[in-house]
């Protein structure tokens, strides 16, 4: 496997510190649900960037894994906080 790009590095770094600034701001708003339902994707996204920066070692293989995994609860767990505030929103 090959290291990434400059331009890629950038976009991953610049994605989760976006998403860091996303959490904390909602965090401010009183959304605390919300923020800690971002939690398991900011991990699968740390998971991803300490992948390539190991330029995809077969020996850390097992980081995709985890890397899926939390994507799979990050989404999971942003969907029922988004059902919340629809449902907060309504009542």
């Known amino acids: ?4 790009s ?8 610049a994605s989760v510190i ?3 600034l ?3 701001l909602l965090e401010q708003r ?11 994707a900011l991990v699968s996204a740390m998971a991803a960037c300490t992948w ?11 980081l995709v894994v985890l890397q899926a995994g939390f994507t799979l609860v990050g989404n999971t767990t942003l969907a029922i906080a988004a059902l919340q ?6 009542g």
């Open 1 to 4: 496997m090959h290291v990434l």
């Open 6 to 13: 400059l331009g890629t590095w950038w976009i991953h770094i």
């Open 18 to 20: 976006e998403w860091c």
């Open 22 to 24: 996303a959490i904390v």
């Open 30 to 40: 009183g959304l605390r649900g919300m923020a800690l339902a971002m939690l398991p």
């Open 52 to 62: 390539h920066l190991f330029d995809n070692s077969e020996a850390l293989r097992g």
């Open 85 to 90: 505030l629809k449902r907060q929103e309504a």
